[in-house]
């Protein structure tokens, strides 16, 4: 099983600031037949579904704010929040869907 | 657009089996997708459990395999999760999503409590 592990386990930034999760993947999740990185990123909100925010490790979903970005390729990835805004606060999921089991990190509370 | 809404039963008792069912709306479920479940315990993280490909291939969680049955009702546009034996630590919301490549759309979740 590919292993995803996260960090910080919980990130307190200021209205304005920039915030910067790290997802880390057992083995590599890039793929030479395509050269993509299998690796998504979704926000979790209490008593809401998760929301798709950026797969292929840096192609953001339609209708993300562009604060949002994805970057890191093979083992190593970050989500960056360019400048917190307060619906910001939730839960973050890094997830690689290279092979099954499809595992997710173990998440990254991010706080104002 | 494609939606997905789950529904069963909020209450299961501990040895029984769950059983819910996800319901596509506005798409068929025969289109060229994987269909998951994926389930967050209460305070912990997101787990995958399995997907089905509606012309028959399917693939689980080996966590939970042995205990997980996936299904398709093509002409309901359903898709079905059974989870038998479960125990406590099966409480969870359970989600049903549609998997293109990644997990594009979600159904809102529903919550089951396993507990005598």
């Known amino acids: 099983d590919i292993v995803m592990t996260q960090s910080p386990d919980s990130l307190a930034v200021s209205l304005g600031e920039r915030a910067t999760i790290n997802c880390k993947s057992s083995q590599s999740v890039l793929a030479s037949s395509n050269n993509q990185n299998y690796l998504a990123w979704y926000q979790l909100k209490p008593g809401q579904p998760p929301k798709l925010l950026i797969y292929w490790a840096s192609t953001r979903e339609s209708g993300v704010p562009e604060r949002f970005s994805g970057g890191g390729s093979g083992t190593d990835f970050t989500l960056t929040i360019s400048s917190l805004q307060a619906e910001d606060v939730a839960v973050y999921y890094c997830q690689q869907y290279y092979k099954t089991p499809y595992n997710f990190g173990q998440g990254t509370k991010l706080e104002i | 657009q494609v939606q997905l809404q789950e529904s069963g039963p909020g209450l299961v008792k501990p040895s029984g089996t769950l059983s819910l069912t996800c319901t596509v709306s506005?798409?068929?479920?025969?289109?060229?997708?994987?269909w998951s479940w994926v389930r967050q315990p209460p305070g912990k993280g997101l787990e995958w459990i399995g997907e089905f490909y509606p012309p028959g291939s399917s693939n689980y969680n080996p966590s939970l395999k042995s205990r997980v049955t996936l299904s398709v009702d093509k002409f309901n546009n359903q898709i079905s999760l059974k989870l038998s034996s479960v125990t406590a630590a099966d409480t969870a919301v359970y989600y049903c999503a549609r998997r293109n490549f990644y997990f594009d759309l979600w159904g809102q979740g529903t919550l089951v409590t396993v507990s005598s």
């Open positions: 506005g798409g068929s479920i025969s289109s060229s997708n994987w």
